[in-house]
């Protein structure tokens, strides 16, 4: 059985820092690419960062680039989520999930297989 479950989430002062962790279980973690997505409240889940196989490409959604940074470790199996300077409006759940893929990572929520149960983070201003 797959399990994703993320942690690390919390609640931060804007321009603070939070690292989301993802740890997959029950599946080969190299064979899946892995995406970060969140909602907030009152809004559609959007994609964050994803990041492929061997954590050779990742991409970024314009709202977070350059202020998170996606990483992964095989032996690990985790996913981690690196969250500096952040704002109010980076307050919502996230989720990481897995796409049973090889090569490069997509951003639609689609193409994912598995979805943890989400990490809430919230930003005071």
């Known amino acids: 059985q797959v399990q994703l479950v993320e942690s690390g989430g919390g609640l931060v002062q804007a321009g603070g820092s939070l690292r989301l962790s993802c740890a997959a279980s029950g599946l080969t973690f190299s064979s899946y690419c892995m995406g970060w997505f969140r909602q907030a409240p009152g809004k559609e889940r959007e994609f964050v960062a994803n990041i492929n196989n061997y954590g050779v490409s990742t991409s970024y959604s314009d709202s977070v680039k350059g202020r998170f940074t996606v990483s992964r470790n095989n032996a690990k199996n985790t996913v981690w989520l690196q969250m500096n300077s952040l704002k109010p409006e980076d307050t919502a759940v996230y989720y990481c999930?897995?796409?049973?893929?090889?090569?490069?990572?997509?951003?639609?929520?689609?193409?994912?297989?598995?979805w943890g149960q989400g990490t809430l983070v919230t930003v005071s201003s």
């Open positions: 999930a897995a796409d049973r893929l090889y090569g490069v990572p997509t951003g639609r929520e689609e193409s994912y297989d598995y």
